[in-house]
């Protein structure tokens, strides 16, 4: 219960269009897992293909936004 709430905590600290655009992630992954007789795409599957690379993008996004603010 401890890590839902701590990421409850962090979505609300996102800016609108990254809510946003999470909100849209998290929508497709479900359309994609309601389909899971079809495609066998599971919620655990979904979530070792995406959460690696959702995470990576971020990061480098965050270097990059710290580098065009950087104060030093």
């Not at 990421?7 to 655009?21: C, I, R």
């Not at 979530?47 to 936004?65: G, I, R």
Request: a negative charge; one cysteine or more.
């Amino acid at each position: 219960m401890q890590h839902e709430e701590e990421s409850v905590e962090l979505v609300k600290q996102l800016k609108p269009p990254e809510a946003a655009l999470l909100n849209w992630a998290d929508g497709l992954m479900a359309d994609v897992v309601e389909e899971e007789d079809s495609n066998k795409k599971t919620a655990g599957n979904i979530a070792m293909d995406y959460a690696p690379n959702m995470t990576q993008v971020y990061f480098h996004y965050f270097l990059a936004y710290e580098s065009c603010f950087s104060l030093q």
